[in-house]
């Protein structure tokens, strides 16, 4: 049987019909509405890869059901900026060179914009500890955490 789910992405309200309520968000994202920033790691909510922000909180949506959404909003790495007005994250992290392979960054940059929400002049402990749930394999975690000072900076500056 199947069920309609409304709920915000990127400030957008949406309606999706999913065969089941326990169909992943992270399935609803990429396949439904075409956000495929969100990326597939590991399935089991272990490696950061498919994090969104759900009501401004971190949050992995690989194993998520998609009802868990159901009247929320939902942040994609696409909903922080575009490519002719990147985010300041986006900006720091090209900026910086912060990845290589590049399969982990929108992640990492949805985790990182929900620590500058909530801590606009982060320690880089407390940007470490933030990025816990997020691996990266690539060996860029230096340039990964000077991106996020980076950013934390420049918006500090913004009017």
Not at 10 to 18: C, I, L, S
Not at 33 to 51: H, I, W
Not at 75 to 80: A, I, K, N, R, S
């Amino acid at each position: 049987m199947s069920s309609q789910i409304e709920f915000t992405v990127n400030g957008r309200a949406v309606e999706v019909t999913v065969a089941s309520e326990e169909t992943p968000l992270l399935a609803v994202l990429r396949d439904e509405l075409g956000l495929v920033g969100t990326r597939f790691g590991c399935g089991l909510e272990q490696c950061g890869c498919c994090m969104v922000l759900i009501d401004g909180a971190p949050a992995k949506s690989c194993a998520r059901s998609i009802w868990s959404v159901v009247g929320k909003s939902v942040t994609t790495v696409e909903g922080l900026g575009t490519p002719e007005r990147p985010h300041p994250l986006q900006q720091a992290f090209l900026d910086e060179q912060a990845g290589q392979c590049g399969y982990c960054l929108s992640g990492i940059l949805i985790s990182a914009k929900a620590l500058l929400d909530r801590n606009p002049k982060p320690s880089r402990a407390e940007i470490a500890q933030a990025l816990d749930d997020n691996i990266c394999r690539c060996g860029s975690h230096n340039r990964i955490l000077r991106a996020i000072e980076n950013a934390a900076r420049h918006m500090e500056a913004r009017p």
